[in-house]
């Protein structure tokens, strides 16, 4: 049984992790981090409540999750470090390359473990993208589109959109999207990006297009929150055919609603001599817990602070040419 301390007590930490917590025989919350405890207690009624996370690393558990904001994580990984404890951190899991540098050395150093919560490796159609591309099944793959449009015309008053430090979309939806072509194609040659902040009164990005090259290859990365409509969530063209799919994955949706597995079967269109509609893989959140729970005994990370430093770099390369206007190497 891992004995497990939730750091934070928000949305994230109750919509993304909690259920499968409880779900999941190898874990077992002993405690959380918050400054409300009777919210805590109404849901986890043994649970011990630290109002900082100093106070909970004295605790006996070996397994801390922290779901607070950004700016946040860098610190409060490396405090857990020091304190011999494994970590899970939501992305981005610090903000700037220099960070991740600095806490891949203490990792190594105190011999942890550090998972960083890419939870989108787990989407659906992701998986039916990397299930494409392993079987040939498209040919040679030429160009790839990965979008995350909202119609969100208002900015909202959270620290996501407020103007601090680990705000923006692309910190916070361009992490996924990054991670998830760095998971399928790895470094890219070059990058050229615009990023931007369309929205009234908005005081950190909200919209992106980045341009990912790999060789004669390219990779589209776009978010934007004036989409409302609906438009492709991945798209996917080789020397064989191409496969489209629209609709983002439901297990976030279903998560809000209670369920541990959405119950809609996604379908995308496949275009390869003939055109058919195929069922999109089912995504399964519940499979990442199971493997975190594995990778703490095998001591292997599911996508590790390597992974997560090499997002940090496409993003920050990606703000520099958005600012200069320039395509840039990435070494």
Known sequence: MIKTILVGFGFSANTFHLPFLNTVDSFEVVGVVSTRPSEVHAKLPEAN????????????????????????????????????????????????????????????????????????????????????????????????????????????????????????????????????????????????ADVMTQREGGQSDDGFHVTLYYGNKRVYLRSNPFIAGETPRFELHGTNGSFVKYGLDPQEEALKDGKLEADILETGILSVEDVETIQVEKGSYLTYYHQLAESYQTRRPIVSLKDAALTTQIIELARQSSETGVVITVD
């Open 49 to 192: 409540v630290y109002e900082t996370l100093e106070e909970a690393l004295q605790a006996d558990a070996s397994l801390f999750i922290i779901t607070t904001p950004s700016h946040l994580h860098k610190e409060m990984v490396a405090s857990c470090l020091r304190a011999g404890k494994d970590i899970l951190v939501e992305k981005p899991a610090f903000l700037t390359t220099a960070e991740g540098y600095e806490l891949i050395k203490l990792e190594a150093e105190t011999g942890q473990i550090v998972n960083v919560y890419q939870n989108r490796r787990f989407d659906g159609d992701f998986l039916t993208i990397k299930s494409l591309l392993d079987s040939n099944a498209i040919g040679d793959w030429k160009v790839m589109e990965s979008r995350f449009d909202r119609f969100r015309p208002n900015v909202r008053d959270r620290w996501r959109e407020n103007g601090g430090p680990g705000s923006g979309i692309l910190f916070d939806l361009g992490s996924h999207l990054i991670d998830q072509t760095l998971a399928l194609f790895g470094k890219p040659d070059r990058i050229q």
